[in-house]
């Protein structure tokens, strides 16, 4: 697989000997740097932002989810603590498959991901369908993001009962599991349940594609995610990271889980010195915001951000 430029991205090792050899040598902590974009429908659009992201050097691409923001909800903003929202871009949000889908289609490296998807608000096996399609065309690059809904007005427009998003999610992404690796898929539930049903394409990556949680950093997060993801997605701004790690790690052991978990930070200005903290602290991957501009600032912000982060680009012929 080649990056825009027809030649293997930066980093890249030919085969398996090599990495090898380079393993014996040296052991870093390799941290991915992804952008993320607040989908609208104004400013760039999500095939040409994901396309400069990895020609720039940007390991990741994510967007996030809302299908629509109730105009009266007793649900406050975790940002705001109030109905008010911090960006009207909640009321403008494109559809994250149709946007992935359009970025899978004019890249071939950069990882697509959701920051955060809210599958609570979809058909499960529907929801299913539509990500292994897009990890099978993409190849293999899905990256699910996932969040139990702050918008809890949202979620009772689809029918998600007061006080049981966790289990609704919990149980919504163990059925799509069960669709994405077993030859003969059942699953039963209190919300989603169903019969031996076959269910193809399978995602690359098995059982599932990676999962990740888009929560706060506390005991009940990481209890979660240690029984049904693969990692946690920070909060905006998210503090005492360190500290939160360790309890994440003492929760992925004691559910018996083994490796460690993936940890994606939201960033904000790149900071050289937190860089350097999370990269020692095992932090595998690092977010940052894209503006919801016109294509040529976007392209041009992106080249700033990658210079400041180290990262090696390449022209877009």
């Not at 050899?21 to 999500?46: A, M, Q, W, Y």
């Not at 071939?108 to 991901?113: D, Q």
């Not at 996932?146 to 029918?159: A, I, K, P, Q, R």
């Not at 915001?289 to 992106?302: M, N, S, T, W």
Request: glycine letters at 10%.
């Amino acid at each position: 697989m080649t990056g825009l430029c027809g030649e293997p991205p930066a980093g890249f090792l030919h085969s398996a000997a090599d990495h090898a050899t380079i393993l014996e040598h040296v052991t870093v902590n390799v941290v991915r740097h992804g952008v993320v974009l607040f989908t609208s429908d104004r400013g760039i659009g999500p095939a040409e932002a994901a396309r400069a992201a990895e020609a720039a050097g940007f390991d990741g691409f994510y967007v996030p989810e809302h299908t629509h923001i109730p105009v009266r909800r007793d649900a406050a903003h975790p940002r705001t603590g109030g109905a008010d929202l911090p960006d009207d871009r909640y009321l403008r949000t494109l559809d994250p498959w149709v946007s992935l889908s359009m970025a899978a289609a004019v890249t071939s490296t950069i990882r697509l991901g959701t920051a955060v998807a809210l599958p609570a608000e979809h058909d499960p096996i529907a929801l299913a369908k539509t990500i292994a399609s897009l990890d099978h065309l993409s190849g293999g690059r899905v990256v699910l993001g996932v969040g139990f809904g702050w918008n809890t007005d949202e979620l009772s427009d689809h029918g998600v009962p007061a006080g049981r998003r966790r289990t609704v999610l919990r149980e919504y992404l163990e059925a799509m599991q069960a669709l994405w690796s077993q030859k003969e898929a059942s699953y039963v539930g209190e919300f989603v349940s169903f019969d031996a049903s076959w269910a193809w394409p399978k995602p690359a990556t098995q059982p599932r594609p990676p999962v990740l949680l888009g929560a706060a950093g506390n005991q009940r997060s990481f209890a979660w995610i240690a029984r049904s993801a693969d990692g946690w997605l920070t909060t905006p701004g998210e503090q005492d990271i360190e500290e939160k790690l360790g309890l994440l790690r003492q929760e992925w052991r004691t559910a018996g889980r083994t490796g460690q978990p993936d940890v994606a930070v939201l960033a904000g200005r790149p900071d050289p010195d937190a860089l350097q903290r999370w990269r020692a602290l095992g932090v595998t991957d690092v977010l940052f915001g894209l503006p919801d501009r016109a294509e040529d600032e976007v392209i041009a912000y992106l080249g700033r951000l990658a210079a400041k982060v180290g990262l090696r680009g390449c022209q877009q012929h």
